[in-house]
């Protein structure tokens, strides 16, 4: 009811929109550090945001199944990405369904928070908590681990190399 079926851009007046809106205008991929509505002038730089789901599912938790038929949807939008491309996936479910799009097998790019992956050549994805309401206040994301995945992803474009992490590849 909120986000992209509300407004057609995910995350807008949703609680998880608060710091992903505010990290993307820090990191320079968004023009304002905030997005409540189609018409509030944000304009995304550098930046595409899309779901593994297109529709809203039960308690906001997608069914493999819906991943599963959503999945062909998500692979055209990383086909027409600019080489090169990262991509942050905003968790686990996230992650997974950029590597099934990719046909990638999941076990050879296991999820972790900051952790950077190449599944394609020119394909760049670095992994992050999702910026949840559950997430944020149980401290399981920090707002500078947040930053933290963010800055790695800036450095990957702004360098055309992958970036430096704690993390190596899967």
Do not use: W
């Amino acid at each position: 009811m909120h986000g992209a079926n509300a407004s057609g851009r995910p995350f807008t007046g949703d609680f998880a929109g608060i710091l992903l809106y505010q990290t993307l205008f820090e990191f320079g991929f968004g023009s304002r550090p905030e997005s409540v509505s189609l018409d509030d002038g944000l304009q995304l730089q550098d930046c595409r945001i899309t779901n593994a789901v297109k529709c809203l599912p039960p308690q906001n938790k997608p069914q493999l199944e819906e991943i599963r038929n959503c999945n062909r949807y998500l692979r055209a939008e990383l086909d027409d990405l600019p080489d090169p491309a990262v991509i942050v996936a905003l968790g686990k479910i996230a992650h997974d369904a950029v590597l099934r799009a990719m046909g990638r097998r999941l076990s050879a790019f296991p999820f972790g928070h900051a952790q950077v992956h190449t599944p394609a050549p020119n394909r760049l994805m670095i992994d992050s908590y999702h910026c949840s309401r559950y997430n944020t206040q149980t401290r399981r994301l920090t707002a500078a681990m947040f930053g933290n995945v963010f800055r790695l992803a800036r450095e990957a474009l702004d360098t055309g190399k992958p970036p430096v992490s704690s993390r190596g590849d899967g």
